[in-house]
């Protein structure tokens, strides 16, 4: 029967142990990786919204402008 100091250097429980270990790595960096992967989509959807917004004042603002260039046209010809 073996004793437990020849199931520690058994190279198969060698193995597995090291496997354990490599597989509790793969995990962690799994976890750590879908984490980031939740915030860096939650980022883009913030910047996303915040395109938009820009976007739409962007054009508010050009809009804008052309009417007081129509108007200023407007005061030039009729002055």
Known sequence: MSTPES????PVHQE??????????LL????????????????QEQLSGERAGLLARNEQ???RVEAMIQ?????????
């Open 71 to 79: 108007r200023l046209k407007s005061l030039e010809s009729n002055g």
């Open 16 to 25: 597995l142990a090291a496997l354990a270990q490599q597989l509790d790595r």
């Open 28 to 43: 962690d960096t799994v976890r750590r990786l879908t984490e980031e992967n939740r915030s860096l989509r939650q980022s």
């Open 7 to 10: 199931v520690q250097t058994d």
């Open 61 to 63: 603002a050009r809009s």
